[in-house]
T-cell receptor, first 111, second 116 residues
Framework: SQQGEEDPQALSIQEGENATMNCSYK?????LQWYRQNSGRGLVHLIL?????REKHSGRLRVTLDTSKKSSSLLITASRAADTASYFC???????????FGQGTRLTINP | GAVVSQHPSWVICKSGTSVKIECRSL??????MFWYRQFPKQSLMLMAT?????????EQGVEKDKFLINHASLTLSTLTVTSAHPEDSSFYIC????????????FGPGTRLTVL
């Protein structure tokens, strides 16, 4: 079952611009994670933010979490062509011991 | 970092045959392993959760008799697609939750199944 929505479904920007993706979910969570997937390949774990955290940074990535609104955002700053991929949020559902994925955002960085 | 392997990485089979996919945690023990399915241009859909030594828990709409899961040890889970049909063609991804670092889940590289 899908946990929630991601928007936009697709995003196309110029290299150097910032990219923001949003994720909403429905249940209580232990943490929320963001993954990247290049076409036809496996997942790459980007960042994990716990339910008691509000913001986290890792390199050019900035993740926010608002548990009152059940939403999260992923910001990629100074985008590069190599950032072109699909990005998924995944929620670690409280009490269920499982990771459920959002629908994903297809990001295209134009050189 | 921890590694999860899957074998085979791709498989082509005839309609009606069964296919087994292995998922191994290579340098950690995993009490819980998960199987996902991903259709082209779609997200990962959780199929089932398997705990070592017990029966798998299937998500709603997933046929347990068609997708047989065995989790015989802390490092190995298998998914068998029985009597495969073309609509079962998909990318199957397993993941394993670290026994020690309980909030950390590692993903395998996926297995692409094509049923002719």
């Amino acid at each position: 079952s899908q946990q929630g929505e991601e928007d936009p479904q697709a995003l196309s920007i110029q290299e150097g611009e910032n990219a923001t993706m949003n994720c909403s979910y429905k249940t209580s969570i232990n943490n929320l994670q963001w993954y990247r997937q290049n076409s036809g390949r496996g997942l790459v774990h980007l960042i994990l933010i716990r339910s008691n955290e509000r913001e986290k940074h890792s390199g050019r990535l900035r993740v926010t979490l608002d548990t009152s609104k059940k939403s999260s955002s992923l910001l990629i700053t100074a985008s590069r062509a190599a950032d072109t991929a699909s990005y998924f949020c995944a929620t670690d559902v409280q009490g269920a011991q499982k990771l459920v994925f959002g629908q994903g955002t297809r990001l295209t960085i134009n050189p | 970092g921890a590694v999860v392997s899957q074998h085979p990485s791709w498989v082509i089979c005839k309609s009606g045959t069964s296919v087994k996919i292995e998922c191994r945690s290579l340098d950690f023990q995993a009490t819980t392993m998960f199987w996902y399915r991903q259709f082209p241009k779609q997200s990962l859909m959780l199929m089932a959760t398997s705990n070592e030594g017990s029966k798998a828990t299937y998500e709603q709409g997933v046929e347990k008799d068609k997708f047989l899961i065995n989790h015989a040890s802390l490092t190995l889970s298998t998914l068998t697609v029985t009597s495969a049909h073309p609509e079962d063609s998909s990318f199957y991804i397993c993941s394993a939750r670290d026994l020690v670092k309980a909030d950390t889940q590692y993903f395998g590289p996926g297995t692409r199944l094509t049923v002719l």
